[in-house]
């Protein structure tokens, strides 16, 4: 117990952006480098890192352990060395249990669970602000920090390569895909059935642009949302006032799987249908590393001339849909002509033709969604 309460820093003091902190941790080596955006912590086009064999101890430890311990001890040193007083810091990991143990707080084994408490004890003495990030593997190998922990360093970013275009936390899905994400969008939104004008479906999705973020209420089209992974906080609190105001209109999200704390568990209460696109689809190709998470969030009111759902979250169509799309999902780079990115026809129509049957999956589940019967007014009133 102290006399004076303790207090956590929400906006950072100093001139920086922000640190960025790498690290990666094998069976008998570990490695971590360190980039400083805005200032110069080494010489300019050089990373601070380090890289080392673990003790025939540590090696007996899980990977979970060596992977936190990897990266809290270097933040620690950052620390004693000063680096972090009023910083924001982003510690990246390819380890989902270490990100998920952070943001809840604790973990039920005890040793990881006193590393998680000595990274937020390190963040209150310095006033940094520490973002835990989870990064696909494949990410961790082309920025060259999974060879560092194996004693590599002729790849990625110790091979010269520019550590700020490493992580697009700035882009959104539709940028990053060069609109490949809006084009599939709209293929399975606007290519169902036309003819019924009172359809939620009978116009195309909106691309929203950070500036149709504030004006949401002079458009009453379909949203779809691709923000940037960095912006999400602010755009779960737009769309739920949103949400609010303008119950009937439909959304569709298309987010990276970067920084899921943000929106994950908040979205996930609206979205009557979330699946994953494992990167190597056409439209979200092996270079995006992590996979793309898609949730659609169907109108929830009754109005005049509206014929559509009221909530269809955990109901056996979205289920039903939801296991088929994240299977056929999984993994399109690799498996067979049964997956959803493949055709069963000739060779040289698959790759124009690359989504058919998961377009066909997303069109029935919207057809059966406008089925389904509406809440009546007399409830609504």
Known sequence: MCENPATRTCRATASILGLYLWGDASGKGFGTAVFAEGERMVDPGEVDYEAAHWEARCQLESSNWREAHNLTSRAEDLGKQGRLTGKEMFLLTDNDTFENCYYKGHSTSPKLNDIIFRLHKLERETGAIFHVIHVAGSRMMWVGIDGLSRGDLMTGIMAGKDPLTCLPLHLGANERSGGGVRRWANSWWWGSKRTNRTSFTARPLKLLTPED?????????????????????????????????????????????????????????????????????????????????????????????????????????????????????????????????????????????????????????????????????????
């Open 213 to 381: 973020w504030f004006t949401l209420y002079e458009n009453d089209q379909p949203r779809l949302w691709c923000p940037p992974p960095a912006a999400m906080a602010t755009v779960v609190e737009l769309f739920n006032d949103d949400r609010l105001a303008r119950p009937e209109i439909p959304h569709v999200f298309c987010v990276p799987r970067l920084m899921t704390h943000l929106w994950r568990k908040a979205l996930s209460k609206d979205a009557d249908l979330i699946f994953t696109v494992e990167a190597g689809a056409s439209f979200w190709p092996t270079g995006m590393h992590e996979p793309l998470i898609v949730l659609v969030v169907l109108p929830i009111l009754f109005v005049p001339l509206h014929r559509g759902p009221w909530v269809m979250r955990g109901g056996e169509c979205a289920v039903g849909y939801k296991a088929a799309l994240d299977s056929g999902f999984k993994s399109p780079a690799r498996d067979g002509p049964e997956e959803l990115h493949d055709v069963g026809g000739p060779v040289c129509g698959v790759r124009s033709d690359g989504e058919r049957e998961s377009r066909d999956f997303l069109r029935k589940f919207l057809e059966e969604a406008k089925t389904a019967p509406s809440v009546s007014g007399r409830l609504v009133r």
